[in-house]
């Protein structure tokens, strides 16, 4: 007698042959154009399946996402993680005690801001999925999750300042200051990232001066 064996379909991908081998892939890429363009509002799961093609459908999306809530959340911290890598990579340069502190800060805003600028799209995905209804205490708790490490960081280097408020200051400065050039609204280049840096570092030094200084 030849035992049953119990098959259940996981979320490695999300749709059947042959559609399966990039699935993931299309469907968090469209979900990223999509809210991009549409905000999260008006980003329908049809509309993102039509967008990511190849057959996919939002019948096929609901099986394996209870509601678009938990979809676009599940994208945000996709989004979210990758971007956060980006900047632990460059925390090390603070440590670097021969350079000035503004120095050290100027390279690593301009690298997160040439980053971003590479992925316009993402960066607009995460900036409306923050300011929109979507983004509730489930979304608030998991994004604060993600940039907890960096803070964590930070500690080692200024154990007397508050650094969960003072990353929390440094991305909502970035976030003002990219969108309007990820959105189309002003161009992109040196005069924008430099302005977005002073807009940064005048956060960052106020905040500071209350805090403690470096």
């Known amino acids: 007698m030849v035992a049953k064996t119990d098959k259940k379909r996981t979320r490695k991908s999300y749709v059947d042959e042959p559609v399966r081998i ?3 892939v299309l469907l968090w890429d469209a979900i990223v154009r999509v809210v991009a363009k549409k905000g999260v509002e008006g980003a329908s799961t049809r509309a993102i399946a ?4 190849h057959g996919l459908t939002d019948t096929v999306i609901y099986r394996f996402f209870v509601s678009k809530e938990e979809l676009f959340l599940t994208a945000f911290v996709r989004e979210s993680r990758a971007f956060m890598k ?7 340069v603070l440590w670097e ?5 503004e120095h050290r800060l100027r390279f690593i805003w301009h690298t997160v801001w040439t980053w971003l600028s590479q992925h316009k799209e993402a960066c607009a995905f995460m900036i409306r999925y923050y300011y929109s209804a979507f983004f509730d205490e489930t979304a608030k708790n998991s994004y604060q999750a993600i940039w907890q490490p960096i803070a964590e960081r930070l500690r080692e280097l200024l154990p007397d300042t508050d650094t969960e408020t003072l990353v929390y200051i440094a991305l909502e400065a970035t976030a ?4 309007p050039v990820c959105a189309g609204w002003r161009p992109d280049g040196a005069e924008a990232s430099e302005y977005g840096f002073r807009r940064l570092m005048g956060l960052v030094n106020e905040f500071m001066s209350e805090e403690s200084s470096y």
Not at 50 to 53: L, S, T
Not at 97 to 101: A, F, G, L, M
């Open 22 to 24: 990039h699935a993931d």
């Open 50 to 53: 039509a967008e990511a093609g």
């Open 86 to 92: 980006q900047v632990e990579l460059l925390l090390s």
């Open 97 to 101: 005690k021969n350079i000035s502190c």
């Open 176 to 179: 003002s200051s990219v969108y």
